[in-house]
Nanobody, 121 residues
Framework: QVHLVESGGGLVQAGGSLRLSCAAS????????VAWYRQPPGKLRELVAS???????NYADSVKGRFTISRDNAKNTLYLQMRMLKPEDTAVYYC???????????????WGQGTQVIVSS
């Protein structure tokens, strides 16, 4: 059974950086692809970045060039390095497997508690 614990969020000024971590147990890293999602206040959950077993990455247009997704298999941890943060990056960030329904904003199934990122202007 998958268990996900996100951490690393906080309050940061625009232009700053944060690194989010997702400690995973169970079969999480056996998935074809894993991903970071975020849910801004009052909006749908959206895909931020994904990473396949083969190492291919995919980023939302809004974060390309600023965010980097990576994994450490030995530590069973997924990371999201965020740089040049903007106020519009404010959201609760979640990790999960990369699935079409999750990309569409579906919030059912299992999710961790998320980690809050607030970017002040």
């Amino acid at each position: 059974q998958v268990h996900l614990v996100e951490s690393g969020g906080g309050l940061v000024q625009a232009g700053g950086s944060l690194r989010l971590s997702c400690a995973a147990s169970g079969s999480f890293f056996n998935a074809n692809a894993v991903a970071w999602y975020r849910q801004p206040p009052g909006k749908l959950r959206e895909l931020v970045a994904s990473l396949t077993q083969g190492g291919s990455t995919n980023y939302a247009d809004s974060v390309k060039g600023r965010f980097t997704i990576s994994r450490d298999n030995a530590k069973n941890t997924l990371y999201l390095q965020m740089r040049m943060l903007k106020p519009e990056d404010t959201a609760v960030y979640y990790c999960n497997t990369d699935q079409p329904q999750y990309r569409s904003g579906y919030t059912g199934g299992y999710w961790g508690q998320g980690t809050q990122v607030i970017v002040s202007s």
